[in-house]
């Protein structure tokens, strides 16, 4: 695996993490933000994007084109077991290369002073 986007699945110091919590289905914010992280991660920036409350959905069944974008970039596309559960979307195919994550691997990265974190 290239050594960058190792780097880019297990973010640190410089790195980004950005949050969403819209769904797709709320209209095109979800896939505007998304892009954004794709953006920063074509640019070389190591990027961590969590989808939390309903942005999980962008990331079950057909997953938005900017989900699978940024795994094949390395970045680490994480996915909020609790919400999923809470939507009842356990059984539901999450996207290749997505990783289900618990809050405290979250808060880790949020009181990281090496990150910055943008929440949508």
Partial sequence: MNPRHEANRNPRQGAHLLIETRGPWEGPACARFLADAVDLARGGDRVCVLLLQDGVTAAVGRP????????????????????????????????????????DRVAALLLDPGVRVVWH
């Fill in 64 to 103: 938005l084109p900017e989900v699978e974008t940024l795994v094949g970039l390395g970045a680490g596309v994480w996915v909020d077991r609790f919400s999923v559960e809470q939507r009842a979307l356990s059984k539901v195919p999450a996207a290749g290369g997505t990783e289900q994550v618990e809050m």
